[in-house]
């Protein structure tokens, strides 16, 4: 049984890590960003930057949920003043996300750099 638990965790934890990607530091300021207004589901994607090393379905849309991130108002609001400044960022996804349910998934991003 101990044996079988300490499998489980390690399979959990390598999935973990395999989908962890960062998009390297980038210029945002003639990205799009399209906030999402849906109850729980709110969400905030930026179009056209890669996920380098994603193993989500795609890659070029990484997205920060509001329902499950108690910091995503605070990555909303760097990642504006990042785009209004021409500041670089560095996202960071450490999960892939379904948000239709349908089976493709999005890096959800989980930590936000600025130079």
Known sequence: MKNI???I??????INVAASSQSGYIDI???NIQLISNGED???FINGVTMEDSVCDIKNYPVILFSNNPIAKEMYSMILAAKAAGRQINLVAGACVDLA?????????NSVYMK
């Open 29 to 31: 300021s003639q990205s």
């Open 9 to 14: 965790v390690g399979i959990l934890i390598s």
């Open 101 to 109: 349910g349908k089976g493709t998934t999005y890096p959800s991003v």
């Open 5 to 7: 638990i300490f499998l």
């Open 42 to 44: 709110s969400r905030l």
